[in-house]
């Protein structure tokens, strides 16, 4: 029996058929992170998961053309996006087979597939957000 | 706290040592620095060792103790450091600090990496963090950084090259620079791309290397040397890591340089020659706006003027930079400094900003979640 891919983070995202990344929320503070910090760092309470927006609009972005970390396909694009609902900016990979068109100010939105290895070499599920 | 100097210094070119293994590398310029400070071994008070790669390439623990054991000191304190690019001048801060406090008179600090091994790959944050992870390398980091500067403030690619030529022009002044032939805008522009827009001319290359600087209480460094170089001001700071967060302008680069100004009572028209950490050409546009040379925004117009060139008014990067010399991590922030001590001197030869009396050491490390993990400034001056 094949064992299930495994995601590239463990509890990074949820539900990778209509996936969410899973941040932390701290009811005190009301503030959003991702990932998920071990406490609040600014109240040091507790810090709850929480879904994430799937969509986001592009802050920043480059294309790495040099030999890939992680089995990634050459090009790869890596981009920092806003998540404006939940006012958090997060660094991501951006979709692999979309390098051309990118642009500061582009929606996207989240995918999770089968794509390169984890930090132990393993085929892993990893997220991405790809042009709308 | 008290006044401390710089008494002597010593460096290895920097490029490819062969022939020589990580801790033999970094003994000579000790024995250089020592003999500048007319200093023996056994009046070394304390000792700081920088590297931040030899652990993961050569299984390196505690290699300090080893390398200044080699040049004659032992029993007294050693400390190791690790603070990603910032090592070297992270440990030059701790020895700063120490004699600043009164814990000891005198203090070495050497900073030495060894890099130019097959299969180093791509400097990242580290291999388990979540940005590492989803393909954040380095440069890729930097990139962005250009990317936000030109749309916010019209920077041009031709404009980022500048910061390479120019440096490449002032390496060739330097004969410890691993790379001194003259290279152009086009040169720059067509090299192979490795990050969009920063292509590989527009990235520092590794290298291998060594640098030492050795201090001492004000009131007693001229014992040692007739040319001491007073440290007015070494500041040290890690980012903020607020989210958002953005790239441009670099909040945590102009909150290091601003208190440094501070606690030295000095502005940067008081500067007359800078180095600052240009791992890539973006790199020094930014920290020419964090240093306040010009206003946020006009660093890319800053250096078409020529104004950081030798010769302009406030020359940036004399030695050739990390894009020339090459970025031996553990090394570079040590190296920075000895330029410094070495142009207030007025010992540069071809590559002297005449008449420089106070010059300033910007140094960046480390990559989270958009921000540096460290950012030190020194500001060094002749009394
Ligand atoms: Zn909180």
């Known amino acids: 029996m094949d064992e299930p891919v495994r995601d590239v983070f463990p509890g990074i995202f949820e539900d990778s058929k209509n996936p969410r990344l899973i941040g932390g929320h701290c009811p005190g503070c009301k503030r959003k992170f991702f990932p998920k910090p071990i406490v609040c760092p600014y109240c040091l309470g507790p810090v709850g998961a929480t879904p994430l927006s799937r969509e986001g609009v592009i802050y920043s972005f480059s294309i790495v053309r040099i030999k890939p970390p992680f089995g990634l396909p050459q090009p790869y694009p890596v981009g920092l996006v806003d998540l404006v609902e939940d006012g958090l900016r997060i660094i991501t990979l951006l979709d692999p087979l979309k390098t051309e068109g990118l642009a500061i100010g582009k929606n996207v939105h989240l995918m999770v597939e089968p794509l390169g290895v984890d930090a132990g070499g393993q085929t892993c599920l990893r997220y991405y957000f790809t042009p709308v | ?383």
């Open chain 2, 1 to 383: 706290m008290r006044k401390v100097d710089i008494v002597g210094v010593g460096m290895t070119s920097f490029g490819k040592h062969q022939d020589k293994s990580f801790i033999e590398l970094a003994v000579p310029p000790i024995v250089d620095a020592l003999k500048e400070a007319n200093m023996k071994p056994s009046q070394v008070e304390a000792g700081f060792c920088s590297y931040a790669l030899a652990g993961r390439l050569f299984g390196a623990v505690t290699a300090g103790q080893t390398i200044l054991w080699h040049a004659g000191i032992n029993k007294v304190p050693v400390v190791n450091v690790e603070n990603a690019c910032t090592s070297g001048s992270t440990a030059f801060h701790l020895a700063w600090m120490g004699i600043a406090l009164g814990q000891f008179d005198t203090a070495i600090v050497v900073g030495v990496e060894k890099m130019v091994v097959p299969n180093l790959g791509l400097i990242s944050s580290g291999d388990t963090e979540i940005d590492t992870l989803e393909g954040l390398v380095t440069p890729a980091s930097f990139a962005m950084r250009a990317l936000c500067h030109m749309a916010e403030y019209g920077t041009t690619a031709e404009q980022l090259a500048l910061v390479a030529v120019k440096n490449r022009r002032h390496a060739s002044l330097n004969q410890l620079s691993q790379f001194r032939d003259p290279i152009t805008v086009e040169d720059v522009l067509r090299s192979p791309m490795i990050c969009d827009p920063l292509t590989r001319l527009s990235c520092c290359p590794n290298a291998d290397g060594a640098a030492v600087v050795v201090l001492s209480a004000a009131g007693r460094s001229r014992r040692f040397t007739a040319k001491p170089v007073r440290v007015a001001a070494s500041v040290l700071v890690t980012g903020s890591y607020e989210n958002p967060i953005d790239l441009v302008p670099w909040e945590t680069d102009y909150r290091a340089c601003k208190k440094a100004y501070e606690i030295a009572g000095l502005g940067p028209n008081d500067l007359d020659v800078v180095e600052c950490h240009d791992a890539f050409t973006i790199s020094e546009i930014l920290h020419y706006e964090a240093m306040l040379l010009c206003p946020t925004g006009e660093g890319g117009r800053l250096v078409e003027t020529g104004a950081t060139s030798l010769g302009g008014t406030i020359p940036v990067n004399p030695s050739g930079g990390l894009l020339s010399k090459g970025h031996p991590v553990g090394a570079t922030g040590v190296a920075q400094l000895v330029e410094g001590v070495r142009q207030l001197r007025g010992e540069a030869g071809a590559r002297q900003t005449e008449g420089a009396r106070v010059f300033m050491a910007q140094c960046m490390g480390g990559d989270k979640d958009g921000d540096a993990r460290s950012c030190t400034a020194n500001i060094l001056m002749n009394n």
